[in-house]
Nanobody, 126 residues
Framework: HVQLVESGGGSVQTGGSLTLTCTAS???????VAWFRQAPGKERGAVAA????????YYNGPVKGRFTISEDSAKKTVYLQMSNLKPEDTAIYFC?????????????????????WGQGTQVTVS
C-alpha cells in the first residue's frame, strides 16, 4: 500500500514556478517530513524538511529563498512551493516521512533518517 503520494510535477521554463503536494495518512501534528530530489547520475539529497507543528524548517543552500516547505496537518498534506526554477532543479522529487521521530532534529537531513518514501514526481526545467 502506497503511504505517501506526490503530485504536481511537470515541465516548466526557467524562471517558472511549480508546487508539489505530498499526501499521506501518516502525517499529523509534529511529524518529521522532508522533500528530497535526485537527478540522473547524482545522489539523492534533501531539499527541504520540517516538523509539522509550524516550528523547525530546513532548506538546502541552493534552494534557499526560492523554495518554501509548508504543511496542512489537518489535511495530512505537505507542500513544496518552488519559484524561480533553474535547469539544475531538474530531478525526481520525493516526499519522505520519518516514522521514528522522537524530537531529534539532525541536520542536514539524510535519506537514512526517513523510512517511508513516495514514488517520486518528475520536475523538468528548461
Amino acid at each position: 500500500h502506497v503511504q505517501l503520494v506526490e503530485s504536481g510535477g511537470g515541465s516548466v521554463q526557467t524562471g517558472g514556478s511549480l508546487t508539489l503536494t505530498c499526501t499521506a495518512s501518516l502525517i499529523s501534528y509534529g511529524s518529521h517530513v522532508a522533500w528530497f530530489r535526485q537527478a540522473p547520475g547524482k545522489e539523492r539529497g534533501a531539499v527541504a524538511a520540517m516538523i509539522t507543528d509550524g516550528g523547525r524548517k530546513y532548506y538546502n543552500g541552493p534552494v534557499k529563498g526560492r523554495f518554501t516547505i509548508s504543511e496542512d496537518s489537518a489535511k495530512k498534506t505537505v507542500y513544496l512551493q518552488m519559484s524561480n526554477l533553474k535547469p539544475e532543479d531538474t530531478a525526481i522529487y520525493f516526499c519522505a516521512y520519518n516514522p521514528t521521530y522522537g524530537g531529534n532534529w539532525y541536520l542536514p537531513p539524510r535519506p537514512g533518517h526517513f523510512g517511508i518514501w513516495g514514488q517520486g514526481t518528475q520536475v523538468t526545467v528548461s
